[in-house]
């Protein structure tokens, strides 16, 4: 079994930052990508950044937004600069990669982690 945990959303300044974290752990062999996904009220789950090897952005987070992968720790990182009223949502991480004999390949998410924005 894998599993993800989330940390570090909370409330954040208009124009300030965040950094969430997110770590798999459990039956992992090789993690193929890991990515940050967020969800507002009332809308659906959207893409806000994914590192496969390259990363690859929501447009409307490029140039505030980072993502970074601790390949050892199975770890993924999101750095949210210029926060903007609009990131208020719960974020989600996602990882995919392979278990192993027995449980295969996976395709998880984490719990959620909720990223207030207030001016």
């Known amino acids: 079994q894998v599993q993800l945990v989330e940390s570090g959303g909370g409330l954040g300044q208009v124009g300030g930052s965040l950094r969430l974290s997110c770590t798999a752990s459990?039956?992992?062999?090789?993690?193929?990508?890991m990515g940050w996904y967020r969800q507002a009220p009332g809308k659906q789950r959207e893409l806000v950044a994914t590192?496969?090897?390259?990363?690859n952005y929501a447009d409307s987070v490029k140039g505030r937004f980072s993502i970074s992968r601790d390949n050892a720790a199975n770890t993924v990182y999101l750095q949210m600069n210029s926060l903007k009223p609009e990131d208020t949502a719960v974020y989600y991480c996602?990882?995919?990669?392979?278990?192993?004999?027995?449980?295969?390949?996976?395709?998880?998410w984490g719990q959620g982690t909720q990223v207030t924005v207030s001016s």
């Open positions: 459990g039956s992992i062999v090789f993690i193929n990508a």
């Open positions: 590192s496969d090897g390259s990363t």
């Open positions: 996602n990882a995919r990669g392979y278990a192993g004999r027995g449980y295969g390949w996976f395709d998880k």
